[in-house]
C-alpha cells in the first residue's frame, strides 16, 4: 500500500520550483507537461519525470528529465495549460 501524494499522470501540468529540488530554486522553475514518469524505484518520495518545458504562452520548448522530490510537486498555474485543438 502506498501513503503519501498522488503520483502525477502524462499530460499534467506542473510547477517544478525550489519545493521540488533545490536545482529549480528561483528563476531555475520551470513548467513541464507530463509525458511519462519512471517505473525505477528510488531514493523514498523522490521520482524521475520526463516532459517538455512549457513557455509562458504554453507552448512545449524543451524536452527534460527531471529528478524530483514527489511532495514538491504542484499543479502549474492555469495559464499554462492550452485547451486542445480542435480538428476541423
Not at 503519501?4 to 536545482?23: F, K, W
Not at 531555475?28 to 504562452?57: F, H, K, M, Q
Request: hydrophobic share 35%; with cysteine.
Amino acid at each position: 500500500m502506498r501513503f503519501g501524494p498522488p503520483l502525477p499522470e502524462p499530460g499534467d501540468v506542473l510547477l517544478i520550483g525550489e519545493r521540488a529540488s533545490v536545482q529549480f530554486a528561483g528563476d531555475r522553475a520551470l513548467i513541464l507537461r507530463l509525458i511519462s514518469r519512471s517505473r525505477e524505484p528510488t531514493c523514498d518520495g523522490w521520482i524521475w519525470l520526463t516532459g517538455y518545458v512549457l513557455d509562458e504562452r504554453g507552448n512545449a520548448t524543451t524536452k527534460r528529465e527531471v529528478y524530483v522530490q514527489l511532495d514538491g510537486l504542484r499543479p502549474a498555474p492555469t495559464r499554462h495549460t492550452k485547451p486542445p485543438r480542435r480538428r476541423r
